[in-house]
């Protein structure tokens, strides 16, 4: 603690893009293993269609209510940095109930219990690194998308353990990555309270709360959520379509990794492309190449295209998913004040989980009924999407 003391009153602290870039990488294993993998374990575990959608949704609507109440107490702790470490702490204790022999009410108990300490570390953590971007002008882009490509290789190994050992392995390799993100939270920076001035924001601090309620930017909040929320499908079906199809668990994951290789390279090169661009016009950009994903994903079998065709549609997630992201984090740091950055990032949270969650619980009944043609239901959340992010774009016009 008291280096960190001595790097904060010293300006910037030490290797401070590298040690946020490591916390990225341990938060994202279990992402790498939960999104692809854990639909598959409820599906060993006997659960449903119906029931996985529930299991699976049922914690996003906690996250909306607790990742904005953590964000707000990151941004009025004495270090937002310590908040992290407890959320850590708090998920490795929930995650180890998942080896209780429970049924699928006890499963859902404890996705539930571990919703709040679990999601909130993404938010956090991008509060503190967008600290650096006002701060030290460090590149956001370039520490974030180490959580990227640790869900890559994450993704990508998991498959091949689990097609060596089975499907009970997932929750030990999930407390595993959850310890290990615990361990990574210590050597995060520790910068203090968020300062008042923040160069980057076009704001008055006096009117940080109003920047909150522009209708433009609540507006372009609610787009990135129905945006985001044209996953639900894929996020939660995609896995179990392909292995009912004949596709072995190693494909799968990489189907999964390439995505994310694809992801890791928008973030890359996200600056150099995208940094002249309204926020607006960049998440317009990734809800139209949405929109034309989730159409071909559901043609790519019956086409006969098979894991080449698969392959290509996941790479567009670098712009259905990581435009519309980096969209939102670059309208936060234009607008929004440094001291209202964990709020932001809280109500952002709060947008996207509350339309992921809606779409995930309807896509179990959905996949019952329609199988892979459900997708057809994502491509009308992604039109919505554009619609409202060009609205976006024509009040923020008529704000200036």
Request: include cysteine.
């Amino acid at each position: 603690m008291t280096a960190a003391v001595a790097d904060l009153s010293q300006g910037k602290p030490s290797r401070f893009e590298l040690r946020i870039a490591l916390t990225y990488f341990a938060i994202f294993m279990s992402s790498g293993l939960h999104l692809p993998y854990f639909p598959l374990w409820l599906e060993y575990r006997s659960l449903t269609p119906t029931e996985i959608s529930i299991v699976l949704s049922m914690p996003l609507f906690v996250r909306v209510i607790a990742a904005p109440l953590v964000s707000m107490l990151a941004d009025r702790s004495n270090d937002r940095a310590h908040i992290l470490t407890l959320c850590t702490v708090l998920a490795v204790i929930v995650a180890a109930f998942y080896f209780v022999p429970f049924g699928f009410v006890g499963i859902l108990a404890v996705s539930l219990l571990l919703s709040p300490p679990w999601t909130s570390q993404v938010p956090v953590a991008d509060t503190i690194a967008l600290s650096g971007v006002r701060r030290y002008g460090a590149d956001f882009a370039k520490m974030r998308v180490w959580g990227s490509i640790s869900f890559l290789l994450t993704s990508f190994v998991a498959g091949m353990f689990i097609q060596r050992f089975g499907e009970h392995i997932i929750p030990w390799a999930l407390l595993g990555a959850l310890l290990l993100a615990c361990g990574m939270s210590f050597i995060v920076p520790r910068i203090g309270k968020p300062r008042r001035l923040s160069p980057l924001s076009d704001v008055d601090i006096a009117d940080a709360g109003r920047a909150l309620r522009r209708p433009a930017f609540v507006t372009f909040l609610i787009a990135t959520g129905i945006t985001q929320a044209s996953h639900a499908y894929g996020y939660s079906f995609s896995a179990i379509y392909w292995k009912s199809i004949g596709i072995e668990e190693t494909v799968i994951g990489a189907f999964w990794s390439i995505s994310v290789v694809a992801e890791v390279i928008m973030f890359t090169c996200f600056r150099r492309i995208f940094g002249n661009f309204h926020p607006a016009k960049v998440l317009m950009i990734g809800s139209a190449i949405a929109m034309f994903r989730w159409a071909v994903f559901p043609l790519i079998e019956p086409f006969g295209l098979g894991v080449g065709g698969f392959l290509v549609v996941q790479c567009l997630h670098c712009f259905s998913f990581a435009l519309s992201f980096l969209g939102m984090q670059k309208m936060i740091v234009l607008t929004i004040p440094e001291e209202r950055g964990g709020t932001a990032q809280g109500l952002s949270t709060f947008f996207i989980g509350t339309s992921l969650a809606i779409a995930t619980m309807a896509s179990g009944p959905l996949y019952a009924a329609t199988g892979i043609y459900g997708f057809y239901a994502m491509v009308v959340l992604a039109a919505i999407g554009l619609a409202l992010a060009v609205v976006s774009l024509k009040l923020e016009q008529r704000e200036a």
